[in-house]
């Protein structure tokens, strides 16, 4: 078993509106030291596959297709075992 973790972003060309509100806010609040909101997609999959190749494979075929879209969005993929969890 094998654990993905992809996280989704706007491409940079592209205005993020809600980094712009979020950025807005946080200048409303006093921290105008902070510029360059971007928002983006945190994305967790457990994915069995015989091994971690296939697993990434299978992360970046799901990502590519479903997860983002390819005119907008770019996206980087994390794979690695996934952990065990241990009976309570």
């Given at each position: 078993?094998?654990?993905?973790?992809?996280?989704?972003?706007?491409?940079?060309?592209?205005?993020?509106?809600?980094?712009?509100?979020?950025?807005h806010s946080?200048?409303?609040?006093?921290?105008?030291?902070?510029?360059?909101?971007?928002?983006?997609?945190?994305?967790?999959?457990?994915?069995?596959?015989e091994?971690?190749?296939?697993?990434?494979?299978?992360?970046r075929?799901?990502s590519?297709?479903?997860?983002?879209n390819?005119v907008?969005e770019?996206?980087?993929?994390?794979v690695h075992?996934?952990?065990?969890?241990?009976?309570?």
């Amino acid at each position: 078993m094998f654990k993905a973790e992809v996280k989704v972003m706007l491409r940079s060309a592209i205005l993020d509106v809600q980094g712009k509100t979020v950025e807005h806010s946080l200048h409303s609040l006093g921290y105008g030291g902070v510029g360059h909101v971007r928002i983006g997609k945190h994305i967790t999959l457990e994915i069995e596959a015989e091994n971690l190749q296939e697993a990434e494979r299978i992360a970046r075929e799901i990502s590519r297709q479903v997860l983002s879209n390819p005119v907008m969005e770019d996206f980087e993929v994390t794979v690695h075992e996934a952990e065990v969890e241990e009976a309570r």
